[in-house]
């Protein structure tokens, strides 16, 4: 799950480049060969040095290569989910394309996941210190503290996505049930990355005071939030306008929600 969440931190921002779904469209096998061999290699040495384990196994070098080989297949996985959520792969898309878009997508899921722990590991912060921090929180000032660190990390993410095209290409591409499935990835992927992955301070995050500071409420709070940036930085840059209906608004917000959702909850992380 470690490993997974980092990719998604990671890997969400090129998911949303329409170049690399062409790259990957006309890339002939020689190249997807030559990708995953550099690939192999990078992760291999990411993993001799920290890796995505929380106790990286540091004895025998077939350990490191099993660590990059599931480093590799966590990184394809996720971006064949993704890629699959956004409509990029279909029953229509062909084997030779689907595979291309697969690998060359993987390609920063596998680094997130290979440098979760190096960026995202358990602090060596005391726990004592925290649970003092926790206890002298007031609870109103926690709950901003917690909206403002959502902000700045859906914004750090997302606001280099929201002028691009790619956010309408993928609403004219999308139906309502895969929306209905991109709102549960959201969420599923936010609770995730702060109460189940193990990065850094994940109990002085547990052990945060707020109003909505229940990890069920605290994410879905923190989604609308990070649906609010995500419609006003959409508006900001003039991909939506006052005029248009109301499901043009929440389809577009809907889409580009979810690495804004992502980025919140690295943000919280933070905090």
């Known amino acids: 799950m470690r490993g997974a969440c980092g990719g998604f931190l990671f890997g969400i921002p090129l998911l949303y480049t329409m170049e690399v779904w062409w790259v990957g469209s006309l890339v002939k096998p020689q190249l997807m ?9 990078v992760v291999f040495l990411l993993n001799k040095t920290e890796g995505f384990r929380k106790r990286q196994r540091r004895g025998r070098p077939y350990e490191a290569i ?3 080989i599931e480093a590799i297949a966590i990184g394809i996985i996720c971006s064949t989910l993704m890629l699959i959520l956004l409509r ?4 229509e898309t062909s084997l030779k394309e689907s595979i291309g878009k697969i690998i060359f997508e993987s390609v920063p899921f596998t680094f997130g996941v290979a440098l979760a ?4 590991g358990e602090s060596n912060n005391n726990q004592q210190a925290s649970k003092n921090h926790a206890k002298h929180n007031n609870n109103l000032d926690a709950t901003f503290a917690d ?11 997302a606001f280099n996505i929201a002028p691009t095209d790619e956010v309408p290409m993928i609403v004219a591409a999308v139906s309502a049930p895969w929306l209905l499935a991109i709102i549960a990835a959201s969420l599923v992927i936010s609770y995730a990355i702060v109460f189940q992955a193990g990065f850094s301070d994940q109990q002085k995050r ?3 005071k707020g109003i909505f ?7 879905v709070v923190s989604y609308l939030v990070s649906l609010l940036a995500s419609a006003f930085m959409l508006w900001f840059f003039h991909k939506l306008s006052l005029s248009d209906p109301g499901n043009i608004w929440l389809e577009n917000s809907l889409i580009l929600g979810l690495p804004a959702t992502i980025g919140g909850a690295a943000g919280r992380l933070a905090i």
């Open 33 to 41: 060969m030559i990708a995953i061999a550099l690939m192999f290699v």
């Open 66 to 68: 099993t660590d990059t």
């Open 88 to 91: 990029e792969i279909t029953p």
């Open 117 to 120: 722990n190096q960026f995202l």
């Open 147 to 157: 909206l403002g660190a959502t902000l700045i990390g859906a914004t750090v993410i």
């Open 206 to 208: 547990k052990q945060q």
């Open 213 to 219: 500071q229940r990890p069920l409420s605290e994410t």
